[in-house]
């Protein structure tokens, strides 16, 4: 299974990006897909997150700002960010976690820099 991130980059405060996230090797369908981001000397926190289901959970910081979606079609999760603040710069990681199979992945990440 590979994860491959894009869309990161430098944005100016109060400015929007999208990130994606393909998912190649195995069914995208049956897994939970999450976002996360770390910042040096901290830890991985949870952004935001997407149920096979469809179902959504969003970290506080990031509610109304943030979007995440999927497209089973195309293998692919999003992650629409909005309205940044320097405290978004991250690097941002995708997840694809199967409960029942105990399977959890990782992509290499992203970097969103977040400064005028």
């Known amino acids: 299974v590979q994860l491959v991130e894009s869309g990161g980059g430098l944005v100016q405060p109060g400015g929007s990006l999208i990130l994606s996230c393909v998912l190649s090797?195995?069914?995208?369908?049956?897994?939970?897909m999450g976002w996360y981001r770390q910042v040096p000397g901290k830890s991985r926190d949870l952004v935001a997150s997407?149920?096979?289901?469809?179902?959504?959970i969003y970290t506080d910081s990031v509610k109304g700002r943030f979007t995440i979606s999927r497209d089973d079609a195309s293998n692919t999760v999003y992650l629409h960010i909005g309205n940044l603040k320097p405290e978004d710069t991250a690097v941002y990681y995708c997840?694809?976690?199967?409960?029942?199979?105990?399977?959890?992945?990782w992509g290499q990440g992203t970097q969103v820099t977040v400064s005028s």
């Open positions: 997840n694809a976690k199967h409960t029942e199979m105990g399977l959890n992945y």
């Open positions: 090797g195995s069914i995208f369908r049956t897994f939970d």
């Open positions: 997407i149920a096979s289901g469809g179902g959504t």
